[in-house]
C-alpha cells in the first residue's frame, strides 16, 4: 500500500466510523466509550478481553459488530466440560465419497469464524483456554498432522463474569498477554436504562446492515499499520510500558512497593498500535501522545500483577496506571 493509498483510507475511515456507530446504536443503546474501544482494536486487529456483570449486553455488542461489519461469527459457551476439540474441530470416520470403506473426514470447529466470542472464557480448564493460543498468536489451528490457515480477519472477543469466581480457572498470563485490550462494562446511566427496558420490551427494532467486508476491514488495518509516528510518540509509549515494571531502576517507589510483575515488550507494541488506531479512526494521520494516554488503561490494566501489599492498601491496577500517566 503506497501513501497515497494509505492517505486515503484512513480519511475514509473517519466517515465509516460514524456509519458503523449509528449502526451499532440500533441494538446498543449508550456504552459509546465501550464501542469505541471494541472499534479500536478491531481496526488494530487485536483481541479484546470483556468484562462486566450479567445483563450488560456484552454478548449482544460483539454479535451486533459481527453483523455490522458483515464478517462471519462463532459463538463459543465456555464450560467446564469443554473439550478442545470442541474448539477447533476434530477428524471423524465417515463413509468414503467413493462409496467403498471408511475414511476420516476433518469437521471444522466454531474457531473457522472471522468474530470469535468466547463466552465466560474462564469457565474452562486451562487445557481448553489453550486451545486458543495458536490461533489468537499464529491465525491458524493445528490438528493432527495438519495445520489449517484461518480466515482473516480473525478476532477473539472473550467476555468474563467478575460475579460467581466458584468453579472458574483464572486465565494464565501468557493466554491474558494475548489479548490487545481489557475491556471492563459499568451499568448504564438511569437514562440509558429507561431507553434500554422501552426499546426492548416493545416493538422489534431494526437490525444493523452489513457496512464493511473482510477484504475493506484487512485494507485498513494494513493502512492504519502504515501510519507513521513521531519519535517522541514512540519513546512514551515505550517509557510508559516500562515504568510498569518494579525491576527497572526508573520504577518509582510506588511501583516496586505495588506491582509484583509489569507489562512486558507486547504492550509497547500494543499501546502504540492502539494508538495508531485510535488516531485513524478520528481520521488523524498521525497518532499523538494523548491517543497513548486515551488507550494506556485497556492496554495495561491486564498485564500488570499487583503485589499483596496494593491489595491490603486497596490499591487497583487502574489506580496505578493513572498514577503513572500522571
Known amino acids: ?50 468484562e462486566g456483570v450479567p445483563g450488560l449486553a456484552k454478548t449482544l455488542l460483539i454479535s451486533t459488530i459481527a453483523r455490522a461489519l458483515d464478517l462471519s461469527f462463532g459463538r463459543i459457551q465456555f464450560t467446564p466440560d469443554l473439550m478442545p476439540s470442541d474448539i477447533t474441530g476434530s477428524d471423524i470416520l ?94 448504564p446511566s438511569h437514562e440509558e436504562e429507561l431507553q434500554i427496558v422501552k426499546s426492548t420490551t416493545g416493538a ?45 531502576p526508573e520504577a518509582s517507589p510506588q511501583i516496586q512497593k505495588w506491582v509484583s510483575w509489569g507489562a512486558g515488550p507486547r504492550a509497547s507494541q500494543y499501546l502504540v498500535l492502539a494508538a495508531k488506531a485510535r488516531a485513524a479512526l478520528d481520521g488523524r494521520l498521525s497518532p499523538a501522545e494523548e491517543d497513548v494516554r486515551a488507550v494506556a488503561e485497556p492496554v495495561l490494566s491486564h498485564r500488570v500483577l499487583i503485589s499483596f501489599a496494593a491489595e491490603a492498601e486497596g490499591i487497583k491496577v487502574k489506580d496505578i496506571v493513572r498514577q503513572l500517566l500522571e
Do not use: C
Open 204 to 248: 422489534p427494532t431494526d437490525l444493523p446492515r452489513p457496512l464493511l467486508s473482510a477484504t475493506s476491514i484487512i485494507e485498513y488495518q494494513t493502512a492504519i499499520r502504515n501510519l507513521p509516528l513521531s519519535q517522541h510518540v514512540l519513546e512514551f509509549a515505550v517509557r510508559l510500558a516500562r515504568s510498569t515494571r518494579p525491576a527497572n
Open 1 to 50: 500500500m503506497n501513501s497515497e493509498q494509505m492517505v486515503q483510507k484512513i480519511t475514509e475511515l473517519k466517515t465509516v466510523k460514524q456509519d458503523l456507530l449509528a449502526e451499532i446504536r440500533k441494538s446498543i443503546i449508550g456504552q459509546d466509550a465501550v464501542v469505541e474501544k471494541v472499534l479500536t482494536g478491531l481496526f488494530a486487529n487485536g483481541h479484546m478481553l470483556i
Open 94 to 187: 465417515v463413509s468414503a465419497s467413493g462409496g467403498e470403506g471408511r475414511e476420516f473426514k476433518y469437521i471444522k470447529g466454531p474457531i473457522f469464524a472471522n468474530v470469535i466470542l468466547a463466552d465466560e472464557i474462564n469457565r474452562t480448564p486451562p487445557k481448553t483456554q489453550a486451545a486458543l493460543l495458536q490461533a489468537m498468536q499464529e491465525y491458524q489451528v493445528s490438528s493432527g498432522n495438519v495445520t489449517r490457515p484461518l480466515d482473516l480477519p480473525f478476532i477473539v472477543m472473550a467476555t468474563q463474569n467478575p460475579i460467581e469466581q466458584e468453579g472458574t480457572y483464572p486465565l494464565p498470563e501468557a493466554q491474558l498477554d494475548r489479548f490487545m485490550l481489557y475491556i471492563d462494562i459499568d451499568y
